[in-house]
């Protein structure tokens, strides 16, 4: 039986991959921010001359507060598993290790997991259905079997739930204490502006308190807008009320440029980066730290975004390319992979009726496996869809071919009983006596042998022996007793020699007779006259007097091949000129051909089917011997019919 490894192995290889658009980085909004971060510092420059020395540097207003995503913990990079291609028991086991795993990191290989696993269990519920429906039970009153696999599986699946659920609720216990750090800063720094005579004296604790706000993560969406414009109006409060002098905003500004500076240098520096990706989140970092950093003198601010956004642009297009071209890819190995299912779709197994016509086509099979397992992944959903449309086909041939081999296999049984009941009736009659009526009774039960259809080869030689080791032990018997007619066979191998004496000296000659052909005529007709030879020279002197009339068949042209050829040749030209009466021909000559190289195939199988001969010859081997020479000889000239319309075209 034939073992279905793409079904086993293949998978199609389902993509990995999820279709990305590299995102543009807008920090519109950040110089906006610096903007009135500059200005409130410019107004409160002129409107407060006696600023204290001691005065530290201003902290710019951040822009309204990003969202950031918490870290998943790093794991070992871990080659990709082609999930479709594992049994139930082997998903089981992959789903307990990811449960073993951090579960944040986990999501997208337990989806894969969980379909893989309900596509195997679905076809099974099907299965089980199908035969619960076979036994004439009713549809309403079916239920699947429990499966000891599954109950497993789901028992993972909720350890995954649960820990999926702990996890959110510690997160959201951490957001839910941060938002109280957050609410207790804001009120600190609220109230640095109780003291509004020495709020320059406070700067360096609004600064603490700044980055202590910054460092804190994530509050809970409902509260996030609120706490930001909270923060935002103490610290604007703050500044509103600060008295910065102008040398303390120029150094200000001065340490920005630096930072800023070299964040341009960092970004430009990204376009060396090999890595498209990699280059891409360092680039969301740079932008983070862009937005955080404060302001720089209005007159360098316009020239200093443009640099960092052309390196940032340079950046963006290459990874937006970078997704482009993949997706081109994932679209030429789609056509690819739709070209493979109708190719497969195409093969019928309506015409397979031997073992040789399975093989043939199965490795047309395994060869478009073979062709699909090199062709990269196409988008998720269409890489699925295909995969699933290719294995579909594979599966509907190898259950057909299975189910042929079981049909074959009881042919096979069923015939060997027969020709055994055969061998059990010719046992019985070996030793009988009565001549006429026991020849007539073991020819009878020959011809219903040679009715009877092939056994496997590990029973044919075997039954084949027993058999004609019957029939041979009782005309040995008969052939004892009837001796007499020996001396007949006798005279008539010596005519049967004589005519095969007589072809020799037509060959022999200097040159052919006219007549020769009409000679071989008389001999054939002599020949056929003469009766019987002793049994243990008729294959021999047969096979020299076939080979005689074969020669003189071919160089004599008895069959009026090449009078033939030369008059289709005339025929030919004769249609010249009229392409429709030439194209019709050739479809009829084709269409016998193909009949021929068919009718050639079936004899060709069936020889396979003669592993055994009796002792003394076999004429049915003989006769399919004879009737394959004929059909390639028919196929030669058909071949070379086509070959001579093809070159009057």
Not at 152 to 173: S, W
Not at 573 to 589: A, I, P, Q, T, W
Request: with cysteine; glycine share 2%.
């Amino acid at each position: 039986m034939e073992t279905r490894d793409m079904n086993e192995k293949l998978e199609n290889n389902v993509s990995q991959n999820a279709e990305q658009t590299a995102p543009v980085v807008d920090n519109s909004a950040v110089e906006n921010d610096e903007v009135v971060a500059e200005e409130q510092a410019a107004q409160v420059s002129e409107q407060v001359k006696e600023a204290p020395v001691e005065t530290p540097a201003v902290e710019q207003s951040a822009p309204e507060e990003p969202v950031v995503q918490e870290p998943v913990q790093d794991e070992p990079a871990r080659d990709p598993i082609d999930y479709a291609s594992l049994g139930k028991d082997e998903l089981v086991e992959e789903l307990r290790k990811l449960s073993e795993r951090a579960v944040e990191s986990i999501k997208d290989e337990v989806t894969q997991v969980k379909a893989a696993f309900y596509a195997i269990r679905k076809d099974e519920v099907a299965a089980e259905k199908a035969a619960f429906l076979e036994k004439g039970n009713e549809e309403a009153a079916f239920a699947p079997l429990d499966d000891d696999a599954e109950t497993t599986f789901k028992e993972l699946l909720n350890v995954i739930k649960e820990k999926r659920a702990e996890l959110v609720a510690a997160r959201e216990n951490v957001k839910r204490e941060n938002l109280e750090k957050k609410t207790n800063i804001i009120e600190s720094i609220n109230r640095l502006t109780d003291d509004p005579d020495n709020i320059n004296r406070q700067y360096s604790k609004l600064q603490q308190l700044q980055q202590e706000f910054k460092a804190v993560g994530e509050v809970p969406a409902t509260d996030a807008t609120d706490v930001w414009k909270n923060y935002q109006k103490a610290v604007e409060k703050f500044y509103d009320l600060l008295k910065m002098n102008k040398e303390l905003r120029d150094y200000d500004f001065k340490k920005n440029l630096e930072i800023k500076q070299q964040l341009c240098a960092e970004a430009e520096a990204l376009d060396d980066e090999p890595d498209v990706v990699a280059a891409f989140k360092k680039l969301q970092d740079l932008h983070t730290n862009w937005r955080e950093t404060g302001p720089v003198a209005k007159d360098l601010r316009e020239d200093l975004w443009a640099r960092f956004k052309n390196a940032s642009s340079v950046v963006n297009k290459k990874y937006q390319a970078f997704f482009e071209e993949r997706k081109a890819n994932e679209k030429m190995n789609a056509d690819a992979k739709e070209a493979l299912c109708e190719r497969i779709e195409q093969i019928s197994t309506e015409n397979l009726k031997s073992y040789a016509a399975w093989d043939e086509v199965t490795k047309q099979i395994i060869g478009l496996q073979d062709e699909w397992k090199k062709l990269g992944f196409a988008s998720r959903r269409l890489n699925n869809e295909l995969f699933t449309r290719f294995r579909k086909k594979c599966d509907e041939f190898f259950a057909q071919k299975a189910e042929f081999f079981k049909k074959m296999k009881e042919d096979l049984a069923a015939n060997l009983a027969r020709k055994n009941e055969l061998c059990e009736k010719a046992e019985a009659l070996k030793d009988s006596t009565d001549w006429k009526a026991t020849t007539d009774a073991l020819v009878a039960l020959q011809k219903e042998w040679k009715t009877i259809g092939p056994v496997s080869k590990k029973h044919s030689d075997a039954v084949w022996k027993r058999f004609i080791t019957a029939c041979d032990s009782f005309f040995e018997q008969k052939k004892k007793q009837t001796s007499g007619t020996r001396a007949a066979e006798h005279e008539n191998l010596k005519a049967k020699k004589a005519i095969i004496a007589k072809l020799k000296e037509i060959f022999a000659a200097d040159e052919t007779p006219e007549d020769a052909p009409q000679q071989v005529r008389n001999l054939m007709d002599e020949w056929q006259q003469i009766g019987h030879v002793p049994y243990k020279e008729k294959d021999k002197l047969y096979a020299a007097y076939r080979e005689l009339i074969d020669k003189a068949f071919d160089e004599l042209d008895m069959r009026g091949t090449r009078a033939r050829m030369a008059h289709f040749e005339r025929s030919v030209r004769e249609m010249d000129g009229n392409g429709d009466k030439m194209s019709r021909e050739r479809e009829r000559l084709v269409r016998a051909y193909e009949q021929k190289c068919g009718e050639l195939k079936t004899y060709e199988n069936n020889m396979g089917f003669f592993s055994a001969r009796s002792k003394d010859g076999n004429s049915i081997v003989k006769e399919m011997e004879r009737k394959i020479a004929n059909l390639k000889e028919e196929i030669v000239a058909l071949e070379q019919k086509i070959k001579i319309l093809d070159e009057n075209a």
